[in-house]
């Protein structure tokens, strides 16, 4: 049996760049962008997934999406999460091989810590909990300034806070501002969880991430 692993950090830390620099070093391990998926058994699952990306990730940046229901948010991520594992995850790893994907729920949730909304977030720890968990989490370090010049004028409205404003929020600073703080609650989780955590070193995190998909697997 293989494992599943998410690579995590906060927007514009470079996940998605981090498994296409590694794409073509580590050709046993299975390597898997939300938004750039490899071909499945399952067409008609592949479509459903496109559409629901497009609604939840893709949108134009114009759409007030967080005048929309926190709740509805929670049971979308985790729809798309559980399809997203069914049809990519668990079949890779049922045959040994170790999966690593650009991200699991973990920024979700601390996005929705952050909104102080007690029923909302009881909601998200429950919902999000009953989805399949990694067996490892590796956190990518990246400062705010840096995702924040790597995000310059394409980041949406969301990455900046506008969950938390409720308004199309892009002054200078907020996305800093934003991504600190849920740096911060990702990183409480993250302790909480019972997968083990690695910090990749902020050098060389490819180089690192190679290595550890060379160790044998864990007894």
Known sequence: MGEFWTLEGIDGAGKSHLLTQLADRHPNATLVRKDARPPSSSPWAEERLTTMHHLTWSY???EPVWTYPSRYWV???????ELFHVTHVAPAVTQGRTVVV???H???LARMTLSGDAALISLAERVFS???QPDRVIWLPTSTAVAAQRRSGNAKPS???AFLTNQATTSPGSFADYQSR???LMADLLHEHRAPVRTLAADDPTAELVDLLSEEPRP
Do not use: I, Q, S, V
């Open 159 to 161: 990455e900046h806070g």
């Open 182 to 184: 849920t740096a911060r």
């Open 106 to 108: 973990f920024k979700h």
């Open 75 to 81: 049971h979308t991520l985790a729809a798309w999460y």
């Open 102 to 104: 650009d991200g699991w």
């Open 60 to 62: 134009d940046h114009a």
């Open 130 to 132: 009953a989805l399949p």
